[in-house]
């Protein structure tokens, strides 16, 4: 991997790089020579492995404390990653939750809690970002991690949906007050991912086979394929890319094969 080092010089905050996606992002984007800043909200423990982790690839990490559905911790933690690293070249607005519960029994508090971590801690990360490069005349580059249920129904996730199709809109709204300013923006809308979030499908064995025969691919994702897309969007070689989603799901979102007992001529 040495040899590509295409974002030697660059700086990334990965937004909920501790565990899962986020966490094979940062790495990802550090062995492609970025300096990697990720924030942590509880789990210390595996912000500090990922900061070891790093540590040893050989760049320079910051670690950030950081409520993200708090739009001024939001914005703190952009400022202290470019005090803490130089500048912010890189945004990648990762952190997000899922919850599950029946439409009926959603109560406000994981309603504010879903929309506050997967949409609005994006929302004002990225003014804070833009702020700072419009001030500074810089290009930059937005990531927002997304979902395929930005477009696919989840019942039992109304919220999660509702955020992740928020997020799809947003980069593209995005995609084009900023673009004068050379700032893109773009997504990645992962599948089924084996991370934590899966744990309790790849747990059970049925749950598994279920989700995995409404996969074209016929399996799940590993965090790393969607890390590759991920460093490849915050590259030079994605300049012109700006305003799309990327879709790292195996092939679920257009899944729709119909029995139709009709026979070729
Ligand atoms: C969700 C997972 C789900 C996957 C595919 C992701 O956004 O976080 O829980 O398995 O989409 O449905």
Same mark, same amino acid.
């Given at each position: 991997?040495? &040899? /590509?080092?295409? /974002?030697?010089?660059?700086?990334?905050?990965?937004?909920?790089?501790?565990?899962?996606?986020?966490?094979?992002?940062?790495?990802?984007?550090?062995?492609?020579?970025?300096?990697?800043?990720?924030?942590?909200?509880?789990?210390?423990?595996?912000?500090?492995?990922?900061?070891?982790?790093?540590?040893?690839?050989?760049?320079?990490?910051?670690?950030?404390?950081?409520?993200?559905? !708090?739009?001024?911790?939001?914005?703190?933690?952009?400022?202290?990653?470019?005090?803490?690293?130089?500048?912010?070249?890189?945004?990648? %607005? !990762?952190?997000?939750?899922?919850?599950?519960?029946?439409?009926?029994?959603?109560?406000?508090?994981?309603?504010?809690?879903?929309?506050?971590? %997967?949409?609005?801690?994006?929302?004002?990360?990225?003014? &804070?970002?833009?702020?700072?490069?419009?001030?500074?005349?810089?290009?930059?580059?937005?990531?927002?991690?997304?979902?395929?249920?930005?477009?696919?129904?989840?019942?039992?996730?109304?919220?999660?949906?509702?955020?992740?199709?928020?997020?799809?809109?947003?980069?593209?709204?995005?995609?084009?007050?900023?673009?004068?300013?050379?700032?893109?923006?773009?997504?990645?809308?992962?599948?089924?991912?084996?991370?934590?979030? %899966?744990?309790?499908?790849?747990?059970?064995?049925?749950?598994?086979?279920?989700?995995?025969?409404?996969?074209?691919?016929?399996?799940?994702?590993?965090?790393?394929?969607?890390?590759?897309?991920?460093?490849?969007?915050?590259?030079?070689?994605?300049?012109?890319?700006?305003?799309?989603?990327?879709?790292?799901?195996?092939?679920?979102?257009? %899944?729709?094969? &119909?029995?139709?007992?009709?026979?070729?001529?």
């Amino acid at each position: 991997m040495s &040899e /590509l080092k295409r /974002l030697s010089g660059r700086v990334a905050l990965v937004t909920g790089g501790s565990r899962g996606i986020g966490r094979a992002i940062a790495l990802r984007l550090a062995r492609e020579g970025a300096r990697v800043a990720i924030d942590f909200v509880a789990h210390i423990r595996e912000a500090e492995e990922v900061i070891a982790q790093l540590k040893d690839l050989g760049v320079q990490t910051a670690c950030i404390q950081a409520d993200v559905s !708090n739009a001024d911790s939001a914005r703190t933690l952009v400022r202290e990653a470019a005090r803490a690293l130089g500048k912010v070249d890189v945004v990648v %607005n !990762n952190a997000g939750v899922e919850k599950y519960a029946p439409f009926w029994d959603i109560t406000e508090a994981d309603y504010d809690k879903v929309l506050g971590v %997967n949409l609005k801690g994006a929302f004002f990360i990225a003014q &804070e970002f833009a702020r700072q490069h419009i001030a500074s005349k810089s290009a930059g580059k937005i990531i927002n991690i997304s979902s395929v249920h930005e477009v696919l129904p989840f019942p039992g996730f109304a919220p999660y949906c509702l955020a992740k199709g928020a997020l799809g809109m947003l980069t593209r709204t995005l995609a084009i007050e900023l673009a004068p300013f050379g700032i893109t923006v773009n997504g990645v809308a992962p599948g089924a991912i084996e991370t934590d979030i %899966n744990q309790s499908v790849l747990r059970d064995p049925e749950l598994t086979s279920a989700l995995l025969a409404k996969i074209p691919l016929r399996r799940m994702g590993k965090p790393d394929e969607v890390a590759g897309i991920v460093a490849f969007l915050a590259s030079s070689e994605a300049d012109y890319v700006t305003g799309s989603t990327y879709f790292v799901d195996g092939g679920l979102t257009w %899944n729709y094969v &119909e029995a139709h007992g009709k026979k070729a001529a």
